[in-house]
């Protein structure tokens, strides 16, 4: 499916484009690639979804996004990827994933990550959501961060062993 | 403070990053300013830390697995314990939030089995148990962040 240049190139770029007059250009220099084939190929990657988006990635926190809350529901099975559609739409919504519920000691089973400008701020939006999409019967938690310990930019491709079988992982 | 370009290249080009000879020139146009100005106005972005980097996103668990673990721990060993998680590599980012489970961290790895391999030492070095939630779905699209500078 991809090959060993592709597989450099998306090394190559997951740390960043160059902020110069020809990022791609100097990009495919460094990999033996020229610069329309450095642009075909990441088009394909996101033709095909291995790349979900291609632009600025911004640092939230340092822009006043201070307040960051994991909210977690406990939604009936039948009703969970409906709600968690419904729930991705909401602007200020970032992730929502299904995970498997714990038992009675974490019986939840939504999970979805609410950053704001203030505690206030993302405590109304979740109300907003429960409000809107009729969640209120359903058990919750929120879990508002207190203090980061570690938080770097998804490395996907790292020189640990026989990187290829990730993708199919 | 952020200048009208800084807030508009921060805001619009989160997606759809032009895939052109000279993307920055190309933006410029639309923005009715010189390449110049963009790459300066990126660049200060990036040094002041307000951009991680101009770059792709991947979706989650189509390369590489990740996981989501919590723990409980003592406050007073909270410190400590993050520390010896933060040394594996695979941890991609580790959190203190208010909860009986205070301790939340994402590890990204090859595979599955790598990551439970990796998950049962940090359970031995630590002497606390992990609670293992992979994921089962994902119903986020992720279109970038949306930024509201009215407050």
Redesign the interface.
């Known amino acids: 499916m991809i090959d060993q240049q592709d597989l450099q190139l998306l090394k190559t770029i997951q740390h960043g484009l160059p902020i110069t007059s020809r990022p791609y250009a100097e990009i495919g220099k460094q990999i033996g690639l020229n610069e329309t084939e450095v642009i075909e190929r990441i088009a394909l990657f996101m033709q095909t979804g291995l790349i979900k988006r291609l632009g600025v990635i911004v640092k939230h926190q340092r822009l006043g996004y201070t307040a960051n809350a994991m909210v977690v529901f406990d939604i009936p099975d039948h009703r969970v990827s409906e709600v968690g559609e419904s729930i991705s739409k909401a602007r200020f919504v970032n992730l929502c994933y299904q995970r498997p519920r714990q038992g009675k000691q974490w019986p939840y089973n939504l999970y979805c990550m609410i950053h704001g400008k203030s505690r206030e701020k993302v405590c109304q939006q979740l109300q907003q959501l429960i409000k809107s999409r009729d969640l209120d019967p359903y058990d919750r938690e929120i879990l508002f961060s207190k203090q980061c310990f570690k938080q770097r930019g998804a490395l996907y491709f790292t020189p640990s062993p026989s990187p290829l079988s990730v993708a199919n992982g | 403070m952020l200048s009208q370009l800084q807030k508009k ?2 805001n619009d ?5 032009p ?7 190309d933006i410029a146009k639309t923005l009715g300013v010189s ?1 110049q100005e963009v ?1 300066s106005a ?2 200060e972005l ?1 040094q ?12 989650p ?5 990740s996981m ?1 673990v ?1 723990m409980s721990v003592p406050e007073e060993q909270l410190q400590t314990v ?2 010896i ?2 040394q594996f ?1 695979e ?9 009986r ?2 301790l ?2 994402v590890l ?5 089995n790598h990551l439970h391999a990796v998950i049962s030492e940090i359970e031995s070095e630590t002497g606390f148990p992990a ?1 293992r ?16 500078w009215n ?1």
């Not at chain 2, 941890?91 to 909860?99: D, F, I, K, S, T």
């Open positions: 290249l921060l080009f989160q997606q759809d990053f895939l052109s000879p000279a993307p920055y020139a390449e790459l990126l660049q990036k002041l830390d307000f951009i991680s980097r101009i770059g792709p996103v991947f979706p668990n189509s390369l590489g697995n989501l919590a993050a520390e998680i933060n590599q941890v991609n980012h580790n959190y203190h939030r208010e909860n489970f205070n939340w961290f990204i790895g090859n595979n599955q609670m939630l992979p994921m089962i779905a994902n119903y986020f699209i992720n279109l970038g962040f949306e930024l509201d407050d």
